[in-house]
């Protein structure tokens, strides 16, 4: 049973660019989160999804970005218009259907994003 | 969610038991305590959690104390793998509050 995928691992954008980063849940689950570390830091919630709805983004920045987790495919995490500060560690989990989610969050390996 | 406190740093040597100590004073009711690790710079990994009662796995033991204000993690026989930052979480577990609040942890560096 492979873990949560994310893709790519490193992501390398200039200012004014789109960052897509892609999260695969495991099999099965059907809630993802997305969390962003920043260098030094602890992880911090963005948004947290089900499938076609979103539950929670009180995480997410007003501007530039946005998140959707399609019935098909994998959650998108989509920055508009990088800027510097959006360098990070973006960590995508996921938890199977069930009262509240479940208890367990299963985390990626995360997309590591450098903007130059 | 309640607030944590966990101390910043510990040493552990290497197969002794490692004591990762968690202030939780205004812990709720209905909140649970779990714990997570990051080993280096990997996407955190479940180790355990618990609502009132000590709890054991594979990983770990976790003891709450009765007024559930404070908590303790142990890992049994630590190795250098077990070289991380481990958070302590509290959070209701139910619809709408699924968000994990991740504190600064403690980093536990196991010395050979």
């Known amino acids: 049973n492979a873990g949560v995928m994310q893709n790519p691992r490193h992501l390398v954008r200039r200012r004014g660019q789109e960052a897509r980063l892609r999260c695969s849940p495991m099999?099965?689950?059907?809630?993802v989160y997305w969390y962003r570390q920043l260098p030094e830091e602890g992880l911090k919630f963005m948004v947290y999804l089900q499938k076609e709805n979103i539950i929670d983004e009180s995480g997410m920045p007003k501007e530039r970005f946005s998140a959707e987790f399609p019935k098909e495919g994998p959650s998108i995490l989509r920055i508009q218009q990088v800027v510097r500060g959006d360098s990070a560690a973006y960590f995508c989990a996921s938890s199977p259907p069930g009262l509240g989610g479940g208890y367990e969050q299963f985390f990626g390996p995360g997309t590591r994003l450098t903007v130059l | 969610d309640a607030k944590t406190t966990q101390p910043t740093s510990m040493d552990c040597a290497e197969g002794r038991a490692a004591n990762l100590p968690c202030n939780h004073s205004t812990i709720s009711g209905n909140e649970y305590v779990y714990w997570y690790r990051q080993i280096h710079s990997q996407g955190p990994q479940y180790i355990i959690h618990?609502?009132?009662n000590n709890e054991t796995n594979e990983m770990a033991s976790l003891i709450i104390t009765e007024d559930r204000k404070s908590s303790t993690l142990i890992l049994p026989h630590a190795t250098l793998r077990d070289t991380a930052v481990y958070y302590c979480i509290v959070r209701v577990a139910g619809f709408g509050n699924e968000k994990l609040t991740f504190g600064t942890g403690t980093r536990l560096t196991i010395i050979p």
């Open positions: 099999k099965g689950h059907s809630h």
């Open positions: 618990g609502l009132k």
